[in-house]
């Protein structure tokens, strides 16, 4: 059946046109993955350097076995909101667990990291409020923001004197202020300075959040990127997600009691959605479990990190991102299509997801990974760029 287009369809068809001519159209793929490190794109087999599952847990015997059990004894689906009739008690054990694991009174578990974000903030922010967001914050934590309606003050990246200078000169005129900054930036993999990002927001009675999405599982023995700092700063509201390191999908917030009873009650979309299903719960209990009793684990995509770095000359990285700037968008392209004629899956991150004239690849790394794939990625990439 042909007819005229609608308003609704031309109004999608100009929009992707406009982004079409800006080179901004996005089409995902088809990628199967065949286990922690291989998959199949495009009728060809694939070693995957782009996924955030840095311990290959997704695809761990235990974690499956786990998966599966609790779909065939607790059900496909939850059924329903925490609130009326989804809360397994399985998820509270896993919120317990993980309140113990990160030192923290509590947690609280929401659908997706992505979900974690747009519940914390509006749950704490108003529009009598100041939030400041790093401009290289994570999307989520933008999308958080906006909804509280509170004042939005974009920070300099990494830049700590402007915390403290603003907070001087802007804190008073609002009831309350938020900071708010990833640990691990997902896009260059360097680290925030939470120790002086604690110290300037307690002096100010701001609230920290930090977005601990890169650092679970990878970084501090597996306890995050707080732990990496001596002493370990003080941070009120440590947020993350179960779909990384931990293999599985979900996020979480680890606070004090009130802070997380306040989001149980209050914060939106934990209260108007659907419970996480019994397996992906099960997976990240498993994973945790995984986590806790293996540091050596955890230490290794850094560890494999660090080698590929070194056998490039680039600097020695701080967690298992590692972004290989190229400049313009095609010449990242082009990296990216050679590295697959090579056998390898390896994402170029063009503007505006990154700035004008920084284009690059952005290589993870996993625990799966074997040290001869990644010296062979290595030798591949020399090869391209020196081309
Ligand atoms: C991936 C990511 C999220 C979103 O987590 P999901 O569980 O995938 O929704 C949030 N923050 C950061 C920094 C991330 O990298």
């Known amino acids: 059946m042909t007819s005229d287009p609608t308003s609704l369809d031309t109004f999608a068809?100009?929009?992707?046109?406009?982004?079409?001519?800006?080179?901004?159209?996005?089409?995902?793929?088809?990628?199967?993955?065949?286990?922690?490190?291989?998959?199949?794109?495009?009728?060809r087999e694939?070693?995957?350097?782009?996924?955030?599952?840095?311990?290959?847990?997704?695809?761990?015997?235990?974690?499956?076995?786990?998966?599966?059990?609790?779909a065939l004894d607790n059900g496909a689906g939850a059924g329903a909101s925490r609130l009326v009739t989804g809360g397994h008690a399985r998820l509270f054990a896993l919120e317990k667990r993980l309140a113990a694991f990160k030192g923290t009174q509590d947690c609280v578990i929401f659908g997706s990291g992505y979900m974690a974000n747009m519940a914390i903030t509006p749950a704490l922010a108003g529009p009598d409020d100041i939030v400041f967001i790093d401009e290289r914050a994570h999307a989520c934590l933008f999308s958080g923001a906006q909804l509280s309606r509170a004042t939005l003050d974009v920070l300099p990246h990494n830049d700590t004197d402007a915390l403290a200078d603003r907070l001087d000169?802007?804190?008073?005129?609002?009831?309350?202020?938020?900071?708010?900054?990833?640990?691990?930036?997902?896009?260059?993999?360097?680290?925030?300075?939470?120790?002086?990002?604690?110290?300037?927001?307690?002096?100010?009675?701001?609230?920290?959040?930090?977005?601990?999405?890169?650092?679970?599982?990878?970084?501090g023995s597996g306890r995050g990127a707080a732990e990496t700092f001596t002493p370990k700063p003080d941070i009120p509201l440590q947020m993350g997600t179960l779909s990384k390191a931990l293999g599985s999908y979900g996020g979480y917030l680890c606070a004090s009691h009130e802070v997380c009873e306040l989001m149980r009650s209050?914060?939106?979309?934990?209260?108007?959605?659907?419970?996480?299903?019994?397996?992906?719960?099960?997976?990240?209990?498993?994973?945790?479990?995984?986590?806790?009793?293996?540091p050596?684990?955890?230490?290794?995509?850094?560890?494999?990190?660090?080698?590929?770095?070194?056998?490039?000359?680039?600097?020695e990285p701080q967690s298992p991102i590692v972004p290989v700037i190229l400049g313009d968008a095609e010449t990242a392209l082009a990296a990216s299509d050679k590295l697959r004629e090579d056998g390898y899956l390896v994402m170029a991150i063009r503007p505006?997801?990154?700035?004008?004239?920084?284009?690059?690849?952005?290589?993870?790394?996993?625990?799966?990974?074997?040290?001869?794939?990644?010296?062979?990625?290595a030798a591949s990439l020399k090869h391209i760029i020196q081309d």
């Not at 046109?17 to 199967?32: D, F, G, N, V, Y």
């Not at 959605?273 to 997976?283: D, H, K, N, Q, R």
């Open 352 to 377: 505006p997801t990154v700035a004008e004239g920084t284009a690059r690849l952005r290589v993870t790394f996993s625990a799966a990974h074997s040290e001869e794939s990644v010296k062979s990625l």
């Open 13 to 43: 068809s100009q929009k992707l046109h406009t982004l079409e001519q800006r080179k901004l159209r996005r089409s995902p793929r088809e990628c199967t993955a065949l286990d922690a490190v291989r998959v199949m794109m495009d009728s």
């Open 169 to 219: 000169r802007k804190r008073r005129a609002y009831r309350h202020a938020l900071v708010l900054v990833d640990s691990v930036y997902s896009m260059d993999g360097d680290l925030a300075p939470l120790d002086v990002y604690a110290r300037i927001s307690a002096r100010h009675d701001a609230w920290l959040l930090v977005d601990d999405a890169h650092g679970l599982g990878v970084l």
């Open 296 to 315: 050596e684990l955890c230490a290794r995509p850094l560890q494999l990190a660090r080698l590929f770095a070194a056998e490039l000359g680039l600097d």
């Open 266 to 294: 209050r914060a939106r979309p934990l209260i108007y959605t659907t419970a996480l299903p019994p397996a992906v719960i099960a997976a990240a209990e498993e994973a945790l479990t995984l986590i806790e009793t293996d």
């Open 46 to 70: 694939l070693i995957n350097f782009c996924s955030n599952d840095y311990l290959g847990l997704a695809h761990h015997p235990q974690v499956k076995e786990a998966a599966a059990r609790a």
